[in-house]
């Protein structure tokens, strides 16, 4: 699903904090998880997607693409940067990292999560503790850390909510 229908879906979740603030969402590929810069907050949440390699064709589902989400409020203004993490094809030789194809409804399960976790966080609710979890694929053959961005980066887990 392409950007513009992340940002919408978000939009329609945001509506649901602090009225007169305004939220926006960013895709930066430079974000570092466990690093967020002074003052924002940080999200990863594991999610389903599918993957297609730009060299061969070949297609594969995985339950472990994460996301990362960096947020910050700051005088009414709130922005949240997301990073999803890429996976390369086991089959072809220095193939590119591709970015996954997350199905509509999993991106509003981690829409609604990420709201959640900016009231949380930004806004200090006590909301208790939410699990969303997501729709998982029919995955056939094991994860690959090797091909997954996450893992090279120490990221990659079962569940990971912070």
Known sequence: MAEPEWTSIFQNYATSMREGDSWCLQFDNT????SPKPGWQQYIKNTGAR???????????????MVVFHM??????????????????IKCEEAPMEKPSITPDNINILMKSLVEKIRIKCYHEDLGQVNRPFQKLDV???HEPTHCEACREGICTQEMQM
């Open 31 to 34: 974000l570092v998880p466990n």
């Open 51 to 65: 993957f297609l390699c730009t060299e061969c064709g070949r297609s594969w589902p995985s339950n472990r693409v």
């Open 72 to 89: 910050q409020l700051k005088d009414g203004q709130g922005v949240v940067k997301v990073r999803r993490f890429r996976q390369d094809c």
């Open 140 to 142: 056939k053959s094991p």
